[in-house]
């Protein structure tokens, strides 16, 4: 502790010559705020663990060691009255009765979590960007159920600066906000995800229960619902009336029976016409504001935070003109769904109600994208080759007849300088080599790679693998399939497949080939891609570096050999 009051003794000395670095600290985000509360609300207690910023130790000088107190200015006072002080007059928890009573659990310096500006979520902090804060724990008891809870920032002056986020039974009530006046907590301690703030603005950004949202696409319309376990049950029977955690071994047979339940639910119309929709996959999520990703395998899950995620997929044979989903599972909980149709560019969101209950897409492209191969220029023909070759020696031939000519006089190395002449003025016009480090080489490399990537933009398998063989040959066709299929897939997204959006070519150096045919080239491009689903678009954006080597088949440049030397996600 004597190291706790000589860290804390050096700051406050910061603190008090540097006033400038205050106005740096405070931002409209909450989740960088000089102090950070994250309340857990449990059975018999609510927990709050504290990250307090040195400009805000005065709101918090009662919890500081009388030696910090009293260096504040403050004369000195017995250290447990400060702290009960600090439960009924600082920080303050209370029902509608009072002030809850409470005890310091922890106190101490160190590093300051840094979080997602969006998510909140938590962020690796590299050593020389580290900043002590004082973390404290602490206990506010609770005496049965509350229907109330009234969370109240301290009022000194100046006011610290509060971020504050709070959990009831693992679930977030709230995103990250403010905590600069009194909030009122309305507590449902049948289900917690209904626990909200009775001011609006609180509430966090997923509070539905279930969503819906339509994706359309050239090959297919994709239908993606989310919905909780707990409130399915209202619905079908999966066995969870009495529980609190859905088991790992019992999270298959759940899924299995809300993806049989819900294939007749939510019909999809596409150009006018009832669609038959395919079940693609179900899986247990884990949401924040930012992603939404699948919940490993073998893990056990909270009745309260649980949330499924279940895609129906509809193949059309183009992009269709419009579609629509009707919401049909109203109820007393579930009266308002968020939904939005999704196309490439971008989501219209809406929201359901019973007397608004179909999402409609209408599709007002202008230039939608279609997917299908870039035409590749043909590689120069034989002849053309024989001629770029050969425009070397008929000059040396032209040359050889002159200087034989104006000895001779003969009509032979005459002929032979006409002929010579012809060769080197067809050779310049028709003559090509077979790849010229040139602009038009590097046009070659880089289509081909867009082929190979915007083959994967069908839907079906064959005619992904159909379409991949017109730009790549030989053994190397199975091989770029499935390596280009893995690497598109988002693991976390339980296997969604990216769409690549851009191909970029950041170096490239062109030699000749092994063969008269072929040629090779060392490459190194960027792939930017994205799938959006359950709610969000994902990005990924990956490097590589590869040794190519790039043949003439049958008049097509194809892709025979990849020697990838180094991957690397951005």
């Known amino acids: 502790m004597t190291n706790f009051f000589?860290?804390?003794?050096?700051?406050?000395?910061?603190?008090?010559?540097?006033?400038?670095?205050?106005?740096?600290?405070?931002?409209?985000?909450?989740?960088?705020?000089?102090?950070?509360?994250?309340?857990?609300?449990?059975?018999?207690?609510?927990?709050?663990?504290?990250?307090?910023?040195?400009?805000?130790?005065?709101?918090?000088?009662?919890?500081m060691p009388d030696e910090i107190y009293e260096k504040m200015g403050n004369p000195p006072r017995p250290y447990a009255e400060r702290v009960a002080e600090f439960?009924?007059?600082?920080?303050?928890?209370?029902?509608?009765?009072?002030?809850?009573?409470?005890?310091?659990?922890?106190?101490?310096?160190?590093?300051?979590?840094?979080?997602?500006p969006?998510?909140?979520?938590?962020?690796?902090?590299?050593?020389?960007?580290?900043?002590?804060?004082?973390?404290?724990?602490?206990?506010?008891?609770?005496?049965?159920?509350?229907?109330?809870?009234?969370?109240?920032?301290?009022?000194?002056?100046?006011?610290?600066n509060i971020g504050f986020v709070v959990y009831h039974n693992t679930v977030a009530v709230n995103d990250f906000r403010f905590l600069g006046q009194p909030v009122v907590l309305n507590l449902d301690w049948h289900d917690p995800w209904y626990t909200a703030f009775e001011q609006r603005t609180m509430r966090r950004s997923y509070f539905a229960p279930m969503s819906g949202f339509l994706y359309v696409e050239p090959f297919e319309v994709r239908k993606e619902i989310i919905v909780r376990p707990k409130d399915m049950q209202r619905w079908v029977d999966l066995g969870l009336a009495e529980a609190d955690i859905i088991a790992a071994d019992q999270r298959g047979a759940i899924l299995e029976k809300i993806s049989s339940f819900l294939m007749a639910r939510q019909p999809v119309t596409i150009n006018g016409e009832p669609a038959t929709p395919i079940l693609e996959r179900a899986n247990f999520l884990s949401r924040t504001l930012k992603s939404s990703m699948v919940v490993e395998a073998g893990v056990d899950i909270n009745l309260d935070g649980a949330v499924i995620g279940v895609i129906f997929v509809y193949p059309v044979p183009s992009l269709p003109d419009n579609a629509t989903m009707t919401w049909d599972m109203f109820d007393e909980r579930t009266a308002l769904v968020p939904a939005a149709a999704v196309d490439e560019a971008g989501p219209f969101k809406t929201y359901l109600e019973p007397d608004y209950?179909?999402?409609?897409?209408?599709?007002?492209?202008?230039?939608?994208?279609?997917?299908?191969?870039?035409?590749?220029?043909?590689?120069?023909?034989?002849?053309?080759?024989?001629l770029y070759i050969a425009r070397w020696w008929a000059l040396g031939l032209v040359l050889v007849s002159v200087v034989v000519?104006?000895?001779?006089?003969?009509?032979?190395?005459?002929?032979?300088?006409?002929?010579?002449?012809?060769?080197?003025?067809?050779?310049?016009i028709l003559g090509k080599p077979l790849a010229p480090p040139s602009a038009a080489t590097e046009k070659v490399v880089i289509d081909l790679l867009r082929n190979v990537y915007q083959a994967f933009d069908y839907r079906e398998e064959s005619d992904i693998y159909d379409t991949l063989e017109r730009s790549v040959g030989g053994d190397l066709l199975t091989e770029i399939y499935l390596e280009t299929r893995r690497s598109l897939e988002l693991a976390n997204q339980g296997g969604a497949r990216a769409k690549v959006k851009t191909v970029e070519l950041q170096d490239i150096e062109i030699q000749p080939g092994t063969d008269s045919d072929s040629f090779s080239a060392d490459v190194t491009w960027n792939v930017i891609g994205s799938v959006g689903h359950w709610g969000h678009v994902h990005t990924r954006s990956n490097q590589y570096q590869a040794e190519l080597s790039i043949r003439a088949v049958d008049n097509r440049w194809k892709l025979v050999k990849m020697n990838v030397l180094q991957e690397q996600r951005l």
Request: glycine share 6%.
């Open 357 to 386: 209950a179909v999402l409609e897409w209408q599709n007002f492209l202008l230039n939608p994208t279609i997917p299908g191969l870039i035409d590749l220029a043909s590689p120069p023909s034989a002849a053309a080759q024989w």
């Open 405 to 428: 000519w104006r000895r001779s006089k003969s009509n032979t190395s005459a002929v032979a300088s006409v002929c010579g002449l012809l060769v080197v003025g067809l050779s310049f």
């Open 118 to 160: 969006i998510s909140g979520e938590e962020l690796p902090v590299a050593a020389e960007d580290e900043e002590t804060i004082i973390a404290a724990v602490l206990s506010y008891a609770l005496q049965g159920r509350p229907p109330q809870l009234i969370f109240s920032p301290p009022r000194n002056n100046p006011m610290p």
């Open 87 to 116: 439960f009924v007059k600082d920080l303050v928890i209370a029902t509608r009765e009072g002030a809850l009573g409470g005890r310091l659990l922890e106190i101490g310096p160190r590093a300051r979590i840094r979080r997602d």
């Open 6 to 63: 000589r860290l804390v003794s050096v700051l406050l000395g910061l603190f008090s010559t540097c006033n400038t670095l205050a106005d740096a600290l405070i931002t409209n985000r909450s989740m960088f705020a000089t102090t950070i509360a994250e309340y857990y609300i449990q059975q018999d207690q609510v927990r709050v663990e504290l990250e307090i910023g040195m400009h805000d130790l005065p709101a918090f000088r009662n919890l």
